[in-house]
């Protein structure tokens, strides 16, 4: 069974930092396009941070740019979100997402999403 499960989330002070983790199993994701897509309560999903198969390229949204950076682990099958410098607007659910076919163009283009993680940021 494929899954992608996140983990890290929480409750911090504006400011503050918090890193995500997303652990893939099922089988390998050394290939796949990996995201971090972020929800909050009334609003479409919103894209985060990407991340090419070979960690090359990085794709971030402009809201988050200079304050997140995503990474991968393609021997442990992870893909992290350290976020710095948190503000209440980054406040979401965020979710891991998995395309075993190159880039996505859009939060709909995904094949595997985890369950989510919330983050919290007060100010």
């Known amino acids: 069974q494929v899954q992608l499960v996140e983990s890290g989330g929480g409750l911090v002070q504006a400011g503050g930092s918090l890193r995500l983790s997303c652990a893939a199993s099922?089988?390998?994701?050394?290939?796949?396009?990996m995201s971090w897509v972020r929800q909050a309560p009334g609003k479409e999903r919103e894209f985060v941070a990407a991340?090419?198969?070979?960690?090359?390229?990085?794709y971030y949204a402009d809201s988050v740019k200079g304050r997140f950076t995503i990474s991968r682990d393609n021997v442990k099958n992870t893909v992290s979100l350290q976020m710095n410098s948190l503000k209440p607007e980054d406040t979401a659910m965020y979710y891991c997402?998995?395309?075993?076919?190159?880039?996505?163009?859009?939060?709909?283009?995904?094949?595997?999403w985890g369950q989510g993680t919330q983050v919290t940021v007060s100010s």
């Open positions: 991340i090419s198969w070979s960690g090359v390229w990085r």
């Open positions: 099922g089988r390998s994701f050394s290939r796949d396009y």
């Open positions: 997402a998995a395309r075993a076919t190159g880039r996505a163009d859009s939060v709909h283009e995904y094949d595997y």
